[in-house]
């Protein structure tokens, strides 16, 4: 597999690592329910479709991956800096 | 036997080689199969099952029979296919899988069985006693069935692993590949052309017809040669592409050496490459498929392609009088060819009816099929019958079989792709689209004339060039044959006697797959796994097509509605060594490797693992014969006089920025935007989960400006960590973070004549510099930076001075601390030190920890990471597993790190389990076995006595629980 970095370009699937939904960015204020921080740290979509996902362009960068997959086939559908938001 | 002219061999050129022991000799050019067939071997090894002699069946690298174990000693290596192993001087093959020889083999006694050994055998008989499953019947069935043995030596060679990328990958240069792998290259793009063969051609090497008036494999030579002349052009030969993968990547084993004897100096055995390719091209051809009939497996019985490429490239005769069965005209080809070499041609077999074969000097039968042979170790005679029934027996010692042909589109099936049937020629072809950016040409799209392929590869390339920006070029096509060949499907020969091979690797007959059938495994891959078919290393190539015809005419449907299995990477075998080149040895994890380590070396210094780098874990003395000497010594030291430890391996990270304070804020557990400049303060990191990640010191050197130090395990994780949160979670957070772990060379220097010793290595006086100072100084002109921060209990200091400087600097800091009584410290020694003082380490911290075990809860502050989940029930109070201190109770008495902790004079077992010990040493400050562990409500237990229950090493042992830390519970030596 391969991923488009926005700041290093096409590079093989081993410089990143992954961590996960990238729900994981929309972390919950201080004093939301608990109920909002478990679905948080604890609960995933499993989607067979589209995910939306972080990767650490680890061995480059270092830069956080906003990356949307397709689970069924890995096709990468877009990739932006996680730091620039939605 | 070697014709007297023609072949693709060098006369010129005679290698000498050993089969079995014997000495052969053959031609450069030949393959080892090739070479053993005009050597006279037909037999050439016994089947996996039923130990039946086989011969060769194929030319490629299909081949289920010809295993063999080629090269001697620790090059010894099973399984090699005879049929693509070239041949070279000095060669030594080994038939495998028999006993005491291949032409008497004891094992041929499981073929007098066979009634009893067919499809589920294994499952059915081997079921009980259950104890006999791995010491008795594994081991026995392991012996009995079997393929080639391991050299169970190290390898001498070496292999490699590399990196290609291309605009596109064109994988087979038979006509189809040539041709699109012209066209890609006329128009500019970067082209790499990869054939398993060690020629290019592909089937044009075997085949006598012409292309523009030149025979087949000079065009393809010529072609080959001009496209090798052109910078963007990479011609691999003798490279399989094994896999197709996810984005482009590609798969591909190079066998650099395995035509010789051994590797050239310096070169790899193989190189497994990983090709990135925008876009590819399969034009891997085609493969034959047999037909099952009564006793198809003798040596004789052998594909019709591969008859007529034994003669057209090597010039063998694969038998004196040859017979040609096939259901397909492209099976006439071989009768003509091996008759115009002067082989003589008994008969041509066509089962069809109501065909009109060509004439020649051979017996034509139409409508007629093979339904039996005789022969033990060799092919005597064929059995035939004809439209009205009747039988003959033939002699003949070769048999040329097809059944036609089928597509080689196994890389289409790697990413889910399922192929299709094309009624139209009776053989599954690649889905489109099936993997992304891989276009099909040529026979492996079911193109079976030489001019189709051409077209097709043509086609192929031009819409890959327009999809990739090149503009693609005009090139006429070559003439060539341009007849594909009719065929009338023929899976098994009807009503007949005995068994017929569909799996000739795996022993599988179509009655196994009746039986299969008849006990109601009619999915296809149930059917695959009760029979085992087409799962050895041939992966069914000849096979798989073949069985699902006989599964479609036992359910009475279409192939199209049985399905078919799917098709896995590799498309043929790799070593493990290429895979994993490099990887041994050292090459198995980085090492990391601190600055003091040529200091160590020269010490005699042992290293011990921390991640991934070798720490010294101790300096022996002359004298000392055991590492605890050293190690007591060593902590004596420091707590007596000063020692010096390299400390470079904690993780360290920058951190800068106008929003740095607020930003560690978040990420710690306790305040950091509270500390001065020039002031250093613990801290402990939390996950959002409310369990410990790490802790550190984070020192804070100017206002926006902080560096923060972590465990040496978890260096990474806490630097993902913080980007993660600086990116993701507050991208609005001025802040930047820089590892600096590899740019600072830090050594801690730990005991009370420590100020003593820092104070003159300094440029300037030391002046006050209380605990938890840091800041900038000066060692012989180098900007340097002095925390003091101990880790030990004592009055200690660390000193960072950039990596270079490393060794210099610990040196001369070992040179002073002798002076002064002291020495250089390992990681033993500084493990007994903080244990001592009660401090963690991830021995502690393993990620199933709060800060309230820890006896932290008060550090938590509102708004950090993790301090919300912290609060949940279940992860503070009484009942959970606390940190504690524990001495052993008899003075002698030894701990253990991971034994269990019970009430004094409970049982045992695991409902009474109380904790357990994560921490041990002895301690030579308290002349007993100390440790820190977890028991339930520790804190309130201080006193009590526990039971150490360790199950997997000797040793009970009482201890007593108490407060930590063991020395110097006030800290006056830190601070003095």
Redesign the interface.
């Known amino acids: ?3 488009t970095c926005p700041l290093c370009g ?1 590079r ?2 081993r410089e990143f ?1 992954y ?1 996960g939904s990238a729900t ?2 929309d ?2 204020a ?1 004093d ?1 329910p ?1 109920d909002a ?1 478990h679905e ?3 609960l995933r979509d499993n989607p067979a479709g589209p995910n939306a996902e ?1 990767w ?1 362009h ?1 061995s480059g960068c ?3 991956l906003h990356v949307v997959r397709d689970t069924r ?4 559908l877009s990739i932006r ?5 939605a | 036997m070697r014709l007297e002219t023609g072949g693709l061999i060098d006369r010129a050129a005679p290698l000498g080689f050993r089969f079995d022991g014997r000495e052969y000799s053959g031609f450069q050019g030949d393959t080892l199969a090739s070479a053993l067939l005009a050597g006279g071997v037909r037999l050439m090894g016994r089947s996996f099952k039923y130990h039946r002699p086989r011969g060769v069946l194929s030319a490629g690298s299909d081949e289920p029979n010809a295993l063999m174990e080629v090269g001697t000693g620790a090059r010894r290596r099973p399984n090699t296919r005879a049929t693509v192993q070239e041949l070279y001087e000095g060669l030594e093959a080994r038939s495998q899988n028999r006993w005491p020889s291949l032409a008497w083999d004891a094992g041929q006694v499981s073929d007098l069985l066979a009634p009893f050994l067919g499809a589920g055998f294994y499952y059915k008989t081997f079921m009980w006693p259950a104890a006999f499953w791995e010491r008795v019947y594994e081991p026995l069935i392991r012996r009995a069935a079997g393929l080639g043995r391991l050299s169970g030596k190290r390898d001498p060679d070496a292999c490699d692993k590399a990196f290609a990328h291309c605009d596109l990958l064109v994988i087979g240069a038979g006509p189809a590949g040539l041709m699109a792998a012209l066209m890609a290259a006329e128009a500019g793009a970067r082209v790499i052309l990869a054939d398993e063969d060690c020629r290019p051609g592909g089937r044009l090497l075997a085949e006598r017809e012409q292309v523009d008036g030149a025979p087949g494999h000079a065009w393809a030579a010529e072609l080959w040669d001009a496209l090798a002349q052109m910078p963007n052009v990479t011609p691999m030969p003798r490279t399989t592409v094994t896999g197709a993968y996810d984005g482009g990547t590609f798969g591909a084993l190079e066998r650099v050496a395995e035509h010789m004897a051994r590797p050239p100096e310096a070169a790899p055995r193989l190189t497994f490459w990983r090709i990135a390719a925008r876009r590819a091209i399969l034009a891997a051809g085609a493969l034959e498929r047999p037909v099952a009939f009564p006793h198809n497996d003798r040596p004789g019985v052998m594909l019709a392609g591969a008859a007529r490429a034994y003669a057209n490239r090597w010039a063998v005769a694969p038998g004196r009088r040859v017979a040609v069965f096939t259901n397909n005209d492209d099976g006439w080809r071989t009768a003509r060819d091996l008759s115009a070499q002067g082989i003589e041609v008994a008969a041509l077999i066509d089962s069809r009816a109501g065909v009109t074969p060509p004439e020649g000097p051979w017996q034509l039968m139409t409508g007629t099929h093979v339904t039996d042979t005789r022969g033990r170790l060799g092919l005597r005679a064929v059995q035939t019958r004809d439209g009205g029934g009747r039988h003959r027996w033939l002699e003949v010692d070769t048999l040329a079989v097809s059944g036609g042909w089928n597509p080689a589109l196994h890389l289409t099936c790697h990413m889910n792709g399922r192929p299709r049937w094309n009624p139209a020629i009776h053989a599954f072809v690649p889905a489109s689209d099936a993997v992304p950016g891989l276009d099909v040409a040529g026979a492996a799209l079911g193109q079976f004339s030489t001019r189709g392929a051409m077209k097709s590869g043509q086609y192929r390339a031009r819409k890959a060039l327009e999809a990739l920006g090149f503009e693609p070029p005009s090139i006429p096509v070559p003439n060539a044959e341009d007849t594909p060949p009719r065929l009338s499907p023929l899976w098994q020969v009807p009503r007949t006697r005995g068994r017929a091979w569909l799996d000739f690797q795996n022993d599988v007959t179509v009655k196994d797959v009746a039986l299969a059938h008849a006990e109601n495994f009619r999915s296809v891959e149930h059917m695959k796994r009760y029979t085992t078919l087409g799962m050895a290393t041939d992966q069914g190539k000849s096979a798989n097509v073949g069985a699902l015809g006989v599964m479609a005419d036992l359910a009475g449907r279409e192939i199209a509605q049985i399905g078919t299995t799917t098709f896995r990477p590799p498309y043929t075998p790799i070593d493990i060594a290429a895979l994993g080149a490099g990887a041994d040895g050292r090459g198995f994890a980085p090492h990391r490797l601190p600055p003091s380590h040529a200091y160590g070396l020269e010490r005699g210094a042992p290293t011990v693992e921390a991640g991934l780098w070798h720490r010294a874990a101790y300096y022996p003395r002359e004298g000392e014969t055991h590492w605890r000497e050293s190690c007591d010594r060593e902590a004596r030291m420091v707590r007596q006089a000063v020692g010096v430890c390299d400390v470079t391996s904690l993780g360290k990270i920058d951190v800068q920025g106008t929003d740095a304070a607020a930003f560690l804020d978040r990420v710690y557990a306790n305040t950091m935007s509270t500390l001065k400049p020039g002031r250093v303060r613990y801290g402990l990191m939390l996950r959002d989960d409310g369990f410990v990640m790490d802790d550190g010191t984070c020192a804070r050197l100017g206002p926006e400006h902080f560096v923060v130090t972590t465990t040496t395990a978890a260096a990474g994780q806490v630097m993902a960590h913080l980007e993660f949160c600086a990116q993701c979670l507050w991208p609005q957070l001025d802040v930047a973070l820089v590892s600096v772990t590899e740019a600072w060379a830090q050594c801690a220097i730990a005991g009370p004549k420590s100020r003593d010793l820092v104070d003159g290595l300094l440029d300037a006086p030391l002046g006050a510099f209380p605990f938890m100072a840091c800041g900038e100084v000066s060692v012989r002109g180098v900007g340097a930076r002095l925390f003091r921060i101990s880790f030990s209990g004592e009055h200690a200091y660390e000193l960072a001075v950039p990596a270079r400087y490393g060794d210099a600097l610990f040196r001369r800091l070992v040179d002073r601390a002798e002076t002064l009584g002291g020495g250089p410290y390992g990681m033993e020694a500084l493990n007994v030190l903080r244990i001592e003082k009660g401090l963690l380490t991830h021995a502690e911290l393993h990620g199933r920890t709060t800060a309230d075990d820890l006896g932290l809860g008060r550090m938590v502050k509102p708004g950090s990471i993790g301090h919300r989940m912290r609060e949940r029930a279940g992860l503070s109070g009484r009942w959970r597993e606390q940190l504690v201190g524990l001495e052993a109770v008899e003075p002698g008495a030894r701990l253990n790190g991971g034994a269990r902790l019970v009430a004094a004079g409970a049982a045992q077992v695991r409902q009474m389990d109380q904790g357990y010990v994560t921490s041990v040493c002895w301690s030579p400050q308290l002349d007993r076995y100390i440790a820190l562990g977890f028991l339930r409500d520790g804190r309130n237990r201080t006193g009590e006595v526990l039971d150490i229950v360790d199950h997997m090493r000797s040793g009970a042992a009482q201890a007593q629980v108490v407060p930590l830390p063991f020395f110097d519970p006030e800290g006056g030596r830190l601070r003095a």
């Open positions: 597999m391969r991923l096409d093989d699937s690592s961590l994981l960015s972390r919950p201080d939301a608990f921080w948080y740290v604890h972080l650490h680890v270092s830069a956080w086939n890995h096709q990468v800096l996680a730091e620039e938001g």
